[in-house]
Nanobody, 123 residues
Framework: QVQLVESGGGLVQAGGSLRLSCAAS????????MGWFRQAPGKEREFVAS????????LYADSVKGRFTISRDNPKNTVYLQMNSLKPEDTAVYSC????????????????WGQGTQVTVSS
């Protein structure tokens, strides 16, 4: 079992930056890929970014490519999402997830989920 806790959300103006963190309760190093997803009010949850266990392979949604960066620090059991050039349409609850195996954009492939952290971008 892996517990995930997100932090770093908040209110930011358009064009600003935030860094989200996701701390795991135990080592996710060699077994788990990690992903970030988001859900805006009235919308389905969508994929944002994912990273394989070593950090050597990443995937991004087209909507965040070039603005967001996913990374991980395995000794700290933490994955990060650096978000730059934020837009009002990035407003959502951001959740991290973990899965055994390779990174994936598909939510159904993830085994463990955090509770989420709210990100609000004002115009």
């Amino acid at each position: 079992q892996v517990q995930l806790v997100e932090s770093g959300g908040g209110l930011v103006q358009a064009g600003g930056s935030l860094r989200l963190s996701c701390a795991a309760s135990r080592s996710t190093g060699r077994l788990y890929a990690m992903g970030w997803f988001r859900q805006a009010p009235g919308k389905e949850r969508e994929f944002v970014a994912s990273i394989n266990w070593s950090g050597g392979s990443t995937l991004y949604a087209d909507s965040v490519k070039g603005r967001f960066t996913i990374s991980r620090d395995n000794p700290k059991n933490t994955v990060y999402l650096q978000m730059n050039s934020l837009k009002p349409e990035d407003t959502a609850v951001y959740s991290c997830a973990a899965r055994r195996g390779e990174e994936s954009q598909r939510q159904s492939r993830y085994d463990y989920w955090g509770q989420g952290t709210q990100v609000t971008v004002s115009s």
